[in-house]
Structure formats: structure tokens, C-alpha cells
């Protein structure tokens, strides 16, 4: 993972993805203890499936501390790369013009 926040930190392309998958596999297998997760099977699944997975550990006493610490991370990545796209699809489009 950390090869490939370099590779991001020096503009090498298509590493977002990529990223995104490996933080959120590193938050299943280290975290929710997911060990038997491949790589392949993670990238295959829905956002829907994977935030199934991040909280399938949730109980009563720690939903909100999951929430916090699983979920919402979660989404902050996957936003922040929503907007990073929408950026380089807009740059694209106006040197295209």
C-alpha cells in the first residue's frame, strides 16, 4: 500500500483505484479481521457488500465506534476519489476543447 501512496504522491496515474481497494482490504483484514479477503473478491464487490463486511462485526456496544472508525472513513475515501475523478474527467474535457 505504501508503493502505491508514493506512486500517487509522483502524479503516476490510475493508482486510485487501486488505493482504494488496498485501504479498505487494509480495514478488513487488520481491523474487522477479515483474513481470508483476496484482493480480487474485494474489487468484484458492490460499495453496498463492502460496508456490509466493514460492519459485520457491529454489535450493541461497539455500532457507533464501527461507524466512526470503519464506515465513515470508508466513505471519506471513496468521495474523495469520486471528486478526484470528476476533476481529471472535467480537466480532460477542456484540454479536449
Known amino acids: 500500500m505504501q508503493l502505491v501512496k508514493i ?15 488496498l485501504e479498505t482490504l487494509d480495514d478488513l483484514v ?3 479481521h477479515l483474513e481470508d479477503m483476496p484482493l480480487d473478491k474485494l474489487e468484484k ?3 453496498m457488500e463492502k460496508i456490509k463486511l466493514l460492519m459485520s462485526t457491529s454489535n450493541e456496544v461497539n ?9 465513515l472513513p470508508f466513505i471519506k ?6 471528486v478526484c475523478i470528476a476533476k481529471f474527467r472535467s480537466l ?3 484540454v479536449y476543447i
Open 92 to 94: 480532460k474535457l477542456y
Open 63 to 71: 455500532f457507533v465506534e464501527n461507524i466512526k472508525n470503519l464506515l
Open 45 to 47: 464487490m458492490s460499495n
Open 7 to 21: 506512486g500517487k504522491s509522483h502524479n503516476i496515474e490510475g493508482l486510485e483505484d487501486l488505493l482504494l481497494e
Open 30 to 32: 487488520y481491523t474487522v
Open 77 to 82: 475515501r471513496r468521495h474523495q476519489y469520486l
